[in-house]
């Protein structure tokens, strides 16, 4: 899995959120080159069948 927490957005561009060494939000880069949107689309497709739906996510904590 990506070490990056990012955000794809009408698959035409990723948001990817930089933290520092607490967690804390410290920025954000915006990507529309097709490699970079290519690959986070891979990995959305990859995991996104082995998410718990947000409705369940209660249930399962």
Known sequence: ??????YILD??????LRFD???NLVGIDVDD?????????RW???V???ATHHANLA???
Do not use: C, G, I
């Open 1 to 6: 899995m990506p070490e990056d927490d990012f």
């Open 11 to 16: 698959d035409e561009r990723v948001v990817t």
């Open 21 to 23: 060494q607490a967690t």
């Open 33 to 41: 080159t097709p490699a970079t949107v290519a690959h986070s689309q």
């Open 44 to 46: 959305r497709d990859m």
């Open 48 to 50: 996104w069948p082995l």
């Open 59 to 61: 249930e399962a904590h």
